[in-house]
């Protein structure tokens, strides 16, 4: 079906937007889904040459839609900030978004704008001059898009996952927006205080990903921070240019953890895993649903890997929810008594 040319008629006629994002069934993980959305998106995002042309009368409806979008960032923003225009791009609830736009703007960074917005009238102002961020490690194909076709200047910092990652992510946008971070050690201090029962619980403990959501890297390196020790870090897909700076992070952790760099292994044949974790013995399996339950029935603790992309997981608060989610599993078997539910040959 040809969408691209159905969608233009369908609204005009009815009075909505519509967005096509073509999925091809080829994706290596379902959050790559998120990906083609949020790059369709961009396309419909006005920019700041179409919002100062003339009105050329092809839709109406939208084009009201773009102005009222252009009145409103007038209005919320307030007086002009002292650095170019900053979007950030990942779907993320809105207390956390929130929350990430909050800990930019005590370091003086004004957020001009969200990919996806809440509303299609909020989208935000996209052009030269404008730098945009991601917060999720699976938008490599919306990064892309920003730069090549909207024209946008990426910056290329860690995913706030973790008070490591959130420090590392909110530095590396003042450093490109010449801002001085100002009380960021002794935020992230703080937070790591607060986190010292769960630290105790997994510390000195290892952990297998097998691979499902490309979270993988961002959850191994606070991971490694918490003192545990990653086997193997099995990943879908791996873009090592988006994801450049989580991966010197990670081997900065490492380092200044004394803990072993990981193997990361992209697009893991599951067979050759299963060997691997029956080898290796690891306190808990980070792994998709069809994995979870045949391991568990071996003594290995699981985590399903889908629970990380639905939870908060991001900035310096939900730092917390990560390991919950990690100790579950292990506090669980502790308190039951659990070892193996299979006879040993």
């Given at each position: 079906?040809?969408l691209?040319?159905?969608?233009?008629?369908?609204?005009?006629?009815?009075?909505?937007?519509?967005?096509?994002a073509?999925?091809?069934?080829l994706?290596?993980?379902?959050?790559?889904?998120?990906?083609?959305?949020?790059?369709?998106?961009?396309h419909?995002?006005?920019?700041f040459?179409?919002?100062?042309?003339?009105?050329?009368?092809?839709?109406?409806?939208?084009?009201?839609?773009?102005?009222?979008?252009?009145?409103?960032?007038?209005?919320?923003?307030g007086?002009?900030?002292?650095?170019?225009?900053?979007?950030?791009?990942?779907?993320l609830?809105?207390?956390?978004?929130?929350?990430?736009?909050?800990e930019?703007?005590?370091?003086?960074?004004?957020?001009?704008?969200?990919?996806?917005?809440?509303?299609y009238?909020?989208?935000?102002?996209?052009?030269?001059?404008?730098?945009?961020?991601?917060?999720?490690?699976?938008?490599?194909?919306?990064?892309?898009?920003?730069?090549?076709?909207?024209?946008?200047?990426?910056?290329?910092?860690?995913?706030?996952?973790?008070?490591?990652?959130?420090r590392?992510?909110?530095?590396?946008?003042?450093?490109?927006?010449?801002?001085?971070?100002?009380?960021?050690?002794?935020?992230?201090?703080?937070?790591?205080?607060?986190?010292?029962?769960?630290?105790?619980?997994?510390k000195?403990?290892?952990?297998?990903?097998m691979?499902?959501?490309?979270?993988?890297?961002?959850?191994?390196?606070?991971?490694?921070?918490?003192?545990?020790?990653?086997?193997?870090?099995?990943?879908?897909?791996?873009?090592?240019?988006f994801?450049?700076?989580?991966?010197?992070?990670?081997?900065?952790?490492?380092?200044?953890?004394?803990?072993?760099?990981?193997?990361?292994?992209?697009?893991?044949?599951?067979?050759?895993?299963?060997?691997?974790?029956?080898?290796?013995?690891?306190?808990?399996?980070?792994?998709?649903?069809?994995?979870?339950?045949?391991?568990?029935?071996?003594?290995?603790?699981?985590?399903?890997s889908?629970?990380?992309?639905?939870?908060?997981?991001?900035?310096?608060?939900?730092?917390?929810d990560?390991?919950?989610?990690?100790?579950?599993?292990?506090?669980?078997?502790?308190?039951?008594?659990?070892?193996?539910?299979?006879k040993?040959?």
């Open positions: 079906m040809d691209e040319g159905m969608a233009p008629q369908l609204e005009a006629e009815i009075g909505i937007p519509i967005v096509v073509r999925a091809n069934g994706d290596y993980a379902f959050t790559q889904g998120e990906d083609t959305v949020l790059a369709a998106m961009a419909r995002c006005p920019s040459d179409s919002v100062r042309t003339k009105d050329t009368g092809s839709n109406s409806f939208v084009k009201n839609l773009l102005k009222s979008n252009l009145r409103g960032a007038k209005n919320t923003q007086e002009d900030p002292k650095h170019p225009p900053l979007v950030l791009f990942g779907s609830p809105s207390t956390v978004a929130t929350q990430l736009t909050m930019l703007n005590r370091q003086g960074i004004t957020v001009s704008g969200w990919l996806p917005s809440q509303r009238a909020d989208l935000p102002l996209l052009g030269e001059g404008v730098y945009v961020c991601g917060v999720n490690p699976f938008l490599s194909r919306t990064a892309t898009t920003l730069m090549r076709r909207r024209r946008c200047k990426l910056i290329g910092a860690p995913f706030p996952i973790g008070p490591d990652g959130t590392s992510w909110v530095e590396k946008i003042c450093s490109v927006l010449n801002v001085e971070p100002q009380g960021l050690e002794e935020r992230e201090a703080s937070i790591w205080e607060g986190l010292q029962d769960y630290v105790d619980l997994v000195g403990k290892s952990v297998f990903f691979g499902d959501n490309l979270l993988e890297v961002s959850l191994a390196r606070f991971l490694i921070r918490c003192g545990m020790i990653v086997y193997e870090i099995g990943i879908p897909y791996m873009d090592k240019r994801q450049a700076a989580e991966l010197e992070l990670l081997e900065k952790t490492c380092l200044e953890m004394g803990a072993p760099l990981p193997r990361i292994v992209e697009k893991p044949d599951n067979y050759h895993q299963i060997q691997r974790i029956r080898e290796l013995q690891p306190d808990l399996a980070i792994t998709g649903m069809a994995h979870a339950n045949p391991l568990e029935a071996r003594g290995i603790s699981t985590k399903w889908v629970e990380f992309t639905f939870a908060q997981i991001h900035g310096f608060t939900n730092s917390r990560i390991l919950e989610l990690v100790t579950r599993p292990l506090r669980r078997n502790q308190s039951l008594g659990w070892t193996s539910l299979v040993p040959n």
